[in-house]
Nanobody, 127 residues
Framework: QVQLVESGGGLVQTGESLTLTCAASGGQFSMYAVGWFRQAPGKDRELVAAIGVSGKSTHYADSVKGRFTISRDNAREMVYLQVKNVKPEDKGTYYC????????????????????WGQGTQVTVSS
C-alpha cells in the first residue's frame, strides 16, 4: 500500500512560481505512475499532469501546458509539480495519486482511476 503526502501549497501571487511535492512511502513507488489533480472550489477534480514510472512519459492538461512541469525522483520516492507564472485559475486543492495503468492512453484520456491518493495541499492565488 502506497501512502502519499503532498506539500508546498500556500498563498502565492499571480506570476510567481511554486513547486508542489508528493512524498510516497509504503510501497514500490517506482512501479507506479503518478498524477497531479486539481480541484477548484465548486468544480470537479481534474487531472493536470501525470508521469510514467521512469519519468520519460508525461502528460499535461491543455490548460497548463507550458507552465506546469511534472518530474519524479524514484530514489527519493518523490514527485514534483513545478508551476510557473501562476494564474488565478490555478487556485484549488492539489492532490497526487498513484496507480498502475495498463496503458498510457488511459492517462491521456483521463479515464484511468488511480488507486492511492494523498490528502491534498491547497494553493491560494492572490493578484
Amino acid at each position: 500500500q502506497v501512502q502519499l503526502v503532498e506539500s508546498g501549497g500556500g498563498l502565492v501571487q499571480t506570476g510567481e512560481s511554486l513547486t508542489l511535492t508528493c512524498a510516497a512511502s509504503g510501497g514500490q513507488f517506482s512501479m507506479y505512475a503518478v498524477g497531479w489533480f486539481r480541484q477548484a472550489p465548486g468544480k470537479d477534480r481534474e487531472l493536470v499532469a501525470a508521469i510514467g514510472v521512469s519519468g520519460k512519459s508525461t502528460h499535461y492538461a491543455d490548460s497548463v501546458k507550458g507552465r506546469f512541469t511534472i518530474s519524479r525522483d524514484n530514489a527519493r520516492e518523490m514527485v514534483y509539480l513545478q508551476v510557473k507564472n501562476v494564474k488565478p485559475e490555478d487556485k484549488g486543492t492539489y492532490y497526487c495519486a498513484a496507480g498502475r495503468p495498463p496503458d498510457w492512453v488511459r492517462i491521456v484520456a483521463a479515464t484511468f482511476e488511480f488507486d492511492y491518493w494523498g490528502q491534498g495541499t491547497q494553493v491560494t492565488v492572490s493578484s
